[in-house]
C-alpha cells in the first residue's frame, strides 16, 4: 500500500484497487482526459478547480493520482 492510502476517500481507495485487478479498462468520453493520462499539473488544476476534495487534501488525491500510472 501506498503510504497516504489510509488518507484517501473510501470511493477512491475502491477505484484504485478495482484498476489494479482489471486486466483492462474500457472507457469513452470525448471531453475528458481520464486520469491515468493525466500529467501533474493538469490533475492538480482539475481538482483545485473543480472543488471536489478539500484544498488541504488536494497534494494527497494528487499523488495518489500519478502513483496509479506507474
Do not use: C
Not at 14 to 21: D, V
Not at 31 to 57: C, K, S
Request: hydrophobic letters at 45%.
Amino acid at each position: 500500500m501506498r503510504p497516504y492510502f489510509h488518507q484517501l476517500t473510501d470511493p477512491l481507495k475502491s477505484i484504485i484497487i478495482q484498476e489494479n485487478l482489471a486486466r483492462t479498462i474500457i472507457g469513452y468520453d470525448p471531453m475528458a482526459l481520464p486520469g491515468l493520462h493525466q500529467i501533474e499539473p493538469y490533475a492538480r488544476t482539475l481538482f483545485e478547480w473543480a472543488g471536489v476534495v478539500a484544498r488541504d487534501q488536494v497534494d494527497v488525491v494528487v499523488k495518489a493520482r500519478m502513483d496509479r500510472q506507474n
